[in-house]
């Protein structure tokens, strides 16, 4: 993956070009995490890609060589409780801007995945459709931000273990309903999103 979008911004002048992504979005239970990845000229990572496109396995290694490299990473967190109160674009936007605060020094430019979510945070930003398969940054912020939402739900899988954190990791799987159905909400489901809002 070449570094287009962040070299058009580099040749601008932008030195700290930040990529961010989240994960965690759909889930019914557990928060939702973003990650902020500066990602510097000349780095090259064989494999990176858009999380959602690597095997478990394949993100841990590539998770492993981002820390092993010091990419400067910072990670925001928002709680189930936090997504039933402020809804869930709140939200996003909410684990986002803390995850560029969180960053060791802070981006001149912001390259952010998708269309809709924009930071609320005076710094210069531009959205990028499928950003995680066009932008290393993004791709870099968007396997930190998986890799340690899946890390939080095997936590989360020791503490509620009736429910399959585990396998997986709060989405809305038939065996994630049955389980609901079973058992009922625990206190990391999100109350606000169906079937546990019709409750």
Not at 1 to 12: A, Q, V
Request: with cysteine; aromatic share 8%; charged share 30%.
């Amino acid at each position: 993956m070449k570094p287009l979008y962040e070299r058009r911004l580099w040749n601008k002048g932008y030195r700290q070009v930040a990529g961010v992504d989240e994960a965690g979005r759909g889930p019914l239970a557990g928060p939702i995490v973003a990650a902020a990845v500066i990602y510097p000229p000349g780095l090259k990572i064989p494999g990176l890609n858009d999380s959602k496109k690597l095997s478990p396995n394949k993100r841990e290694k590539i998770y492993a060589i981002l820390r092993r490299k010091k990419i400067m990473a910072g990670v925001g967190k928002v709680s189930s409780k936090e997504i039933d109160a402020l809804k869930i674009e709140k939200a996003n936007r909410l684990a986002m801007e803390k995850a560029v605060r969180n960053l060791p020094l802070p981006p001149d430019f912001i390259l952010v995945d998708g269309n809709r979510i924009g930071i609320d945070l005076p710094i210069s930003q531009q959205r990028v459709v499928k950003g995680d398969s066009l932008c290393p940054s993004i791709a870099a912020a968007s396997i930190i931000a998986k890799v340690t939402r899946d890390r939080i739900m095997l936590k989360y899988h020791q503490k509620y273990d009736n429910y399959g954190f585990d396998k997986h990791k709060g989405y809305g799987t038939a065996g994630h309903f049955k389980k609901l159905k079973e058992h009922g909400p625990c206190p990391i489901h999100r109350r606000s999103f169906y079937p546990l809002a019709e409750r």
